[in-house]
């Protein structure tokens, strides 16, 4: 793992980081030394490591919590090259967005074209990033929704470090099968109104979650409207759940 | 009104009243003085102003948010006489239940026979409570999941003095025609597995409330296995939205 420019502001440190091809960020909080729980988070599709909504996170995250966080483009994604097939099922989906059409076998696919890569690629990062002495092999937490969600939740159901999850805005009969092999605590995020994702798809996948402890949080508005709320819950649970 | 036997314990000062024929209780920080939020807790079927589920909510809520906390007993319940047409369906409710056959029409019937007599009831408790020194007269906050939605969504629609609600364990048509006059904020909870309640009449409730701000809360488990951790969550609800 190579480091580049690290920056500061408002008590957290950014770190920029490339791993082999993998550009990603880590944020800490100023002055951090010793071991803390990592919180990976993914981002949405056709965002990236730097995206707003995974930057005013991870700064609550580790302000607020004490966490390393910690993001990385996702294949075809932000500073990455984007392989032909990809960008050609990106653009239908686009168009069907567009004309209002259901997107959601397009959306599928353009997950699990990517799914296998990048869990190899987060197991990966969290190894590299655990052996920095700010981070640790404490216990590490996933956030994603929408994309980060269909990619999060093979990653989680995969990765045994993972010991709590905050997942949503995603749902897919796929998707409901890989949620039955997760089993630890998830938070699980539904807009009422997601024009993406049709509900009873997203409950379908709340269900099937093999957690013994799991919550469904429901909001109303679209797929973009997730209540800042939401974010707070969130670092509580993290909180609550890895330290 | 009357006010009784004033004990106190950790923190929390208890003071058992009655207002006419209602007898109830209220709960508020230990040497508490000036105005604050009054938060009504309206107990669940079968239950009463006492019952371990409000009693640890209340002292949660002073406690922890020095709010002032009421509960009172609902007609039919607690130390108030039983009207013979209610045990009647009371008891018929036992038996479905017992034998595991759908109870929604009864549990409706029972709400119906007291819903009007109980708003008009609540409403006086504030106005009593809201005399006192130690409360005053600031927003009012309510939290009622099971018999305690089934006449609190009727309460909270009526009352404007109601800024904020906590309901849930509850669905009905006749309930969700009620939601959708409420427009302050409310905090939804489900259970998952409720075998009391279809899961699908609980998120008509939700879907039908008229606040702009509202949020599902579902939790795995069964009608009465509402985890603590929802407690807490009311708790900073109120705190945000009456503060």
Known sequence: MRLHSTTSADGVTEQLFTLGEIPGVLWTPDGATGPRPLILIGHGGGQHKKAPGVVARARLFAAGGGFAVASADAPNHGERPQEERFSRIAAQNRARMAAGEDTASLVAALHELVAGQVIAEWQAVVTALQQLSQVGDGPVGYWGVSM????????????PRVRAAVLGLAGSPGLAATAARITVPVQFLVQWDDERIPRDQSLAVFEALGSAEKTLHASPGSHMDLPRSEADDSLRFFARQLR
């Open 148 to 159: 980060g969600a269909g990619l999060g939740l093979p990653f989680v159901a995969a990765e």
